[in-house]
């Protein structure tokens, strides 16, 4: 990596590989970190996913959403190709749509230990309904927290117009 040093780096790997590997299993290993060079500094870090894609675990039929992930990081910050590989895993991993939401947020939270995080996905209608579940977590004992439960509590309290996506 041109212009880094190694403790810049962190663990990236895959970021200027050209033989990149999708794994088609759910795969939180492939997720790589690099370290937060404004540490002293609280700021939002915000992914949109648009191609999400996991399968239903009853029916085995396609669930299609738009995955938005924002957190305030700490001392590391997960590699955006990285984070690609890890959403592309759950192609073929089945999940209700809450656990989606609710693994993405753990795994990201193991991973970085962030002091805010938030994973909203917001998935197609099937059979008639959309479902948009969010979930979030603050560091304990901090400010974070608090931000946490006011955000969660206000949430979609202006919920959009839904006009089939």
């Known amino acids: 990596m041109t212009g880094r040093n190694e403790n810049e780096k962190g663990s990236i790997t895959l970021l200027?590989?050209?033989?990149?590997?999708?794994?088609?299993?759910?795969?939180?290993?492939?997720?790589?970190?690099?370290?937060?060079?404004?540490?002293?500094?609280?700021?939002?870090?915000?992914?949109?996913?648009?191609?999400?894609?996991?399968?239903?675990?009853?029916?085995?039929?396609?669930?299609?959403?738009?995955?938005?992930?924002?957190?305030v990081p700490d001392v590391k910050m997960v590699e955006s190709k990285?984070?690609?590989?890890?959403?592309?895993?759950?192609?073929?991993?089945?999940?209700?749509?809450?656990?989606?939401?609710n693994i993405i947020m753990n795994d990201l939270i193991k991973l970085m230990d962030p002091r805010y995080i938030?994973?909203?996905?917001?998935?197609?209608?099937?059979?008639?309904?959309?479902?948009?579940?969010?979930?979030?977590?603050g560091r304990k004992g901090t400010k974070w927290e608090d931000v946490a439960w006011d955000r969660l509590s206000h949430h979609d309290l202006y919920p959009e117009a839904v006009n089939n996506r």
């Open 118 to 137: 938030e994973v909203w996905g917001k998935f197609l209608p099937r059979g008639g309904i959309s479902i948009d579940p969010y979930c979030n977590y």
């Open 82 to 101: 990285s984070l690609k590989l890890y959403l592309f895993s759950f192609r073929d991993h089945g999940d209700f749509h809450e656990d989606c939401v």
């Open 16 to 71: 200027g590989s050209s033989r990149t590997s999708y794994s088609h299993d759910y795969s939180p290993e492939v997720l790589e970190t690099f370290p937060n060079k404004h540490p002293d500094r609280d700021y939002f870090v915000k992914f949109n996913c648009p191609e999400f894609t996991s399968l239903c675990p009853i029916t085995g039929q396609p669930d299609f959403a738009s995955i938005y992930i924002s957190y």
